[in-house]
């Protein structure tokens, strides 16, 4: 098949994929998480997302087969991931550093990057605690490191020099399910309140008060398309990682 036709049957796939995922269920995942179980809506977002994740996969597959050259496998048995895999993978660390560690950072420090005054004494409380550092200024940076793992060597094979399992190649499954979860966790959230926030109804989708705090600060309004991009590139690194230990290699 020629090129341009491959490119859009991967481009629909994804897009498909995408849609079914991240934006048709809304928060879905948070909602299972959370126990919030009662919406007669559930079954039929549960299917969109099943259906999603399988449309991902067979566009993976279809990607793999009409590949013009299949991945190239390492001297110490590892295999080299494809350059938009990789590219997922860095994309996937970067995000979450750059759109919503940073900005913690900064605000945990007290300048007010994006902040109306009106919510500024509130943050400065929060900062105030040590949770405020290890889950918002620290977490990202270490599932950023993890998410790494996904086209490193390491995220293959153990390393030899790590206690009892070095040298054993690392399941399919620990790898994939944690980052595939985590991306339609925070894609489907930031789907959500992006759409929300486009079309000026974020009250609507928040309500009780929770959308207060938006007001005047485009940095809080800044970090929904945030988790949008964060969990697009984490299911892609997935993906990648996917594609990188089942195909056949040259």
Request: contains cysteine; positive net charge; hydrophobic residues 55%.
């Given at each position: 098949?020629?090129?341009?036709?491959?490119?859009?049957?991967?481009?629909?796939?994804?897009?498909?994929?995408?849609?079914?995922?991240?934006?048709?269920?809304?928060?879905?995942?948070?909602?299972?998480v959370f126990g919030q179980t009662g919406d007669p809506a559930l079954p039929g977002q549960v299917l969109a997302v099943a259906l999603g994740l399988l449309l991902g996969l067979a566009t993976l597959r279809y990607?793999?087969?009409?590949?013009?050259?299949?991945?190239?496998?390492?001297?110490?048995?590892?295999?080299?991931?494809?350059?938009?895999?990789?590219?997922?993978?860095?994309?996937?660390?970067?995000?979450?550093?750059?759109?919503?560690?940073?900005?913690?950072?900064?605000?945990?420090?007290?300048?007010?990057?994006?902040?109306?005054?009106?919510?500024?004494?509130?943050?400065?409380?929060?900062?105030?605690s040590a949770t405020y550092w290890v889950l918002l200024v620290a977490g990202p940076v270490a599932g950023a490191v993890l998410t790494l793992g996904l086209a490193a060597r390491w995220g293959q094979v153990v390393?030899?020099?790590?206690?009892?399992?070095?040298?054993?190649?690392?399941?399919?499954?620990?790898?994939?399910?944690?980052?595939?979860?985590?991306?339609?966790?925070?894609?489907?959230?930031?789907?959500?309140?992006?759409?929300?926030?486009?079309?000026?109804?974020?009250?609507?989708?928040?309500?009780?008060?929770?959308?207060?705090?938006?007001?005047?600060?485009?940095?809080?309004?800044?970090?929904?398309?945030?988790?949008?991009?964060?969990?697009?590139?984490?299911?892609?690194?997935?993906?990648?990682?996917?594609?990188?230990?089942?195909?056949?290699?040259?």
């Amino acid at each position: 098949m020629r090129s341009p036709a491959r490119l859009a049957l991967l481009v629909l796939g994804w897009a498909g994929a995408a849609w079914l995922t991240l934006v048709v269920p809304g928060n879905l995942v948070m909602r299972l998480v959370f126990g919030q179980t009662g919406d007669p809506a559930l079954p039929g977002q549960v299917l969109a997302v099943a259906l999603g994740l399988l449309l991902g996969l067979a566009t993976l597959r279809y990607g793999a087969r009409t590949a013009p050259r299949p991945p190239r496998r390492r001297a110490d048995g590892t295999v080299r991931p494809e350059p938009w895999a990789r590219a997922a993978t860095w994309a996937a660390a970067a995000v979450p550093v750059l759109g919503y560690t940073v900005p913690h950072l900064l605000w945990g420090l007290g300048v007010p990057f994006g902040v109306a005054a009106g919510s500024r004494a509130e943050l400065a409380a929060l900062a105030g605690s040590a949770t405020y550092w290890v889950l918002l200024v620290a977490g990202p940076v270490a599932g950023a490191v993890l998410t790494l793992g996904l086209a490193a060597r390491w995220g293959q094979v153990v390393p030899r020099r790590v206690p009892w399992v070095g040298g054993r190649r690392v399941p399919r499954p620990v790898a994939v399910v944690p980052p595939v979860v985590v991306g339609l966790l925070v894609g489907q959230y930031g789907a959500m309140m992006t759409t929300c926030l486009a079309f000026g109804v974020t009250r609507a989708c928040a309500p009780g008060g929770g959308a207060d705090v938006l007001d005047g600060s485009w940095a809080f309004a800044g970090t929904y398309p945030v988790f949008l991009l964060w969990g697009v590139c984490l299911l892609a690194a997935a993906a990648g990682h996917v594609r990188t230990t089942t195909v056949r290699t040259a």
